[in-house]
């Protein structure tokens, strides 16, 4: 198949139903990485999220038929939901564990950060970027009701559009907006608790002493 | 009001498109205590999936099984491999 230009999705399935493999080659990088993220968030675990993502692409290939007259715009509406039903799958199947801890000073700068009031600094992205704190907050994230973390899943990982989301959600465009700023409020009340478990945990293990006046506004 | 402010600050967000946190604020001023946290919130939820990486020989793995559904899915034309067992799934 030869292109000069982007092909779309649709274009990609017909030509992945008529066998070419450089079609599917491009659909699976353009969407492998998504699914991939969305499954660890929610799993918490690489080699779990790589099957699901990988399950994923074998049950579309295995529906090429109803997917080819579709027409669908975009491919990932359809791999998304497949994917979340294999995850839930798993998750019946067992519960998260988290064995992340997070040092005084990240507890309690990200507890700041949290709470900030903007100064005409830059925003603190080197707290965001590090690991363990970045692990907190999936795991937050999948601990969110289930509509709520769909709703915060579809539009971070899928980046799908409000209009997208209604649709994948069945509700609509209002209610999808509704719903993601409940699911920030929430995520934002689960990290605020994370993070006291977190240092009530690490003054039991004598740790350092938490009761600073970095996170006074804990008290 | 606040509920589309953070609607757009997400769409920003994943558009690369973010601009200075008081912006948004400014223009809800009355409400911006209350949104504030919210688009904090957002922004460290972003930034720890976009942090997600992949392994890039895992990903291979996946691309190579998928070609080979398809191949004894639909039947690849010239230069295919013929169909095989997609490859087994680890044990746990």
Redesign the interface.
Known sequence: MRRTTTPTDPELIAS??????DA??IL??RY??RL??LA??KLGH??DA??V??ET??RA??H?GELHPLHTATLYPWLHAVASNLITDLLRRRRLRSHVSLDDQTRAE?AR??????N?RP?P?AL??R?E???I??EA?AALPDSQADA??A???G?LS?RDVAQQLNKSEGAV??L??RA??S??QS?RERLRSAGRAAMVRGEQDVSGPTLEIYR | M???L??KY??D??AGDEQ???RY?QTLPAGAQDL???L??????????Q??E??DH??S???E???Q???G?????DG?EPPAS?PP??Q?
């Open positions: 992945v139903a008529g066998g070419d493999q599917l080659d699976h990088a492998y990485l991939y993220k660890y968030v690489a080699e790589h099957d993502a990988s692409f074998v290939i295995q090429l990200f950060y949290l709470e900030r009031i903007p005409g925003l992205d965001l970027e690991k704190l970045q692990t907050v999936r994230i915060i899943l539009r971070f990982v980046e409000i907006k509704s993601l700023h920030m409020a995520l934002r990290l | 606040s509920v589309g953070l609607s997400i769409d967000l994943i200075d946190i008081e604020l504030l946290p919210l904090l919130t957002a922004r460290a939820a972003y930034k720890a999936i942090a997600i992949v392994d895992r990903a793995e996946s691309r099984q998928a070609r559904t398809m191949a899915t639909v039947g690849a034309g295919a997609p799934r680890r746990r």
